[in-house]
């Protein structure tokens, strides 16, 4: 079953919690703290993998998440960082943010690309000794790792993409130029899957061509299997178009040409303008005047055509040749820049939100859940670290300025204090 589509939920790691301890030996008296670092969560990376076709194993499992990262230990030790998961994925295959469309990631080649990174790990204890707070009962938890849907589209790597109607013979010409072995039958839609094929022009000369199948007219709209595979043809530097001369199957070979051109155009405009190769095919059982009427067509449109017969082998071996010719001309096979998502960082101080309701001044921050995940209610010198937190984003200052008054109620995630001066 060839998939070609998928959409899965990804989860780095989170990073390991610092540890709050102090040195205990014989002899060493108020040894001080020495609580370890957090462990850094294992990242979410993605390989391509040259052995797998499909994205089908996508569509059984959903979910994948990285292991977090150990929690840091007693005499300065740090935890443990996570392994990265691993996901291998065809080559091709581009993966965007699910939620905004962006693209975060093209697997075209071998190379490890992370797409979700692992949290940090909590400092310990140890970093927050000051000459005035000098037993700190209190580290930061690890941050969060990234978390988030994508969607995985595999868009095959070839240089030549075959297009044209069903049953005009681009099944039969990938198995004659390749070693692909597509099921060849006379009846539209027997290519069910795209198909890839290796063509060795000469030695040390080769390209790799894509038989796209079930393109007919609407199929930019979802019409036949065209709307399921004309995103294969993305990537292609080359368009074969391939069209019936035989009138065999009672159709109009200029009237199709222009049919399949317009659903390229109409799926992606950047297709239409691209480099087209068109093979006027089955010229065994060709109509001379029918053959004469589409090069006066071609010549008028400005394009050459190549006559030739799949079945027989006629013609085949100088298309190819004009086709080598063509892609030494054009850019490598296109490759699609990653959109990072933008990963802000809270350093402003309007990156916050506080409103009075029933006299509680409530404070919406969502940055402020990791600080308030290191803070030790019961311990004093844990709250006035918090208090600096709070003074320094400008929280404070703003309390003041909305008129706060000592005894005041503040809401912070639900958790509430009374405010002090």
């Known amino acids: 079953m060839f998939v070609d589509t998928a959409k899965i939920r990804i989860k780095a790691g989170n990073g390991g919690n610092g540890a709050v301890s102090f040195h205990r030996e014989k002899y060493v008296n108020a040894g001080g703290p020495d609580g370890g670092d957090g462990g850094k969560g294992g990242n979410i990376v993605f390989v391509g993998d040259t052995n797998i076709s499909s994205l089908i194993d996508f569509k059984y499992k959903k979910r994948y998440i990285a292991e977090d990262g150990k929690p840091g230990a007693a005499k300065r030790c740090s935890g ?32 490890p690309h992370v797409v979700a990174r692992g949290g940090k790990g909590g400092w310990g204890n140890t970093h927050f000794a000051t000459p005035t707070r000098q037993i700190p009962k209190f580290a930061k938890p690890g941050y969060p790792g990234e978390e988030m849907d994508v969607t995985l589209e595999l868009k095959l790597l070839a240089d030549v993409g075959l297009v044209g109607f069903p049953n005009v013979g681009k099944s039969t010409l990938i198995s004659v130029v390749s070693a692909a072995k597509p099921e060849i039958a006379n009846y539209p839609f027997t290519t069910l899957t795209p198909v890839l094929g290796v063509v060795r022009v000469e030695e040390g000369s080769s390209f790799v061509m894509a038989d796209i199948p079930g393109l007919i007219e609407g199929a930019a709209e979802g019409v036949g299997l065209g709307h399921d595979f004309l995103r294969h043809v993305e990537r292609c530097r080359l368009i074969l178009h391939v069209v019936d001369i035989s009138a065999m199957e009672d159709r109009d070979p200029i009237d199709d040409y222009k049919k399949i051109n317009a659903e390229l155009e109409k799926f992606n405009p950047e297709l239409a303008k691209r480099p087209q190769i068109v093979a006027l095919n089955k010229a065994d059982a060709a109509i001379e005047e029918m053959i004469d009427e589409f090069n006066a067509f071609a010549k008028e449109q400005g394009f050459e055509t190549y006559l030739i017969s799949a079945a027989t082998g006629e013609g085949v071996k100088e298309l190819m040749n004009a086709v080598e010719a063509e892609l030494a001309k054009l850019p490598p096979v296109i490759r699609y820049e990653a959109e990072t998502p933008v990963r802000e960082e809270i350093t402003s101080k309007q990156d916050f939100d506080i409103h009075v309701e029933d ?42 300025e909305m008129g706060i008054n000592e005894g005041d109620t503040v809401s912070i995630l639900d958790i509430e204090f009374d405010y002090m001066r």
């Open 359 to 400: 006299g509680v001044y409530i404070v919406e921050a969502p940055w402020l859940a990791h600080a308030l995940g290191f803070v030790d209610l019961d311990d004093y010198e844990s709250l006035q670290y918090f208090q600096r937190v709070l003074r320094l984003s400008g929280i404070i200052d703003k309390l003041e």
């Open 80 to 111: 443990k960082s996570a392994p990265d998961l691993v996901i291998r994925v065809p080559v091709g295959t581009l993966i965007r943010e699910a939620e905004t469309g962006r693209i975060l990631a093209d697997i075209s080649d071998k190379e």
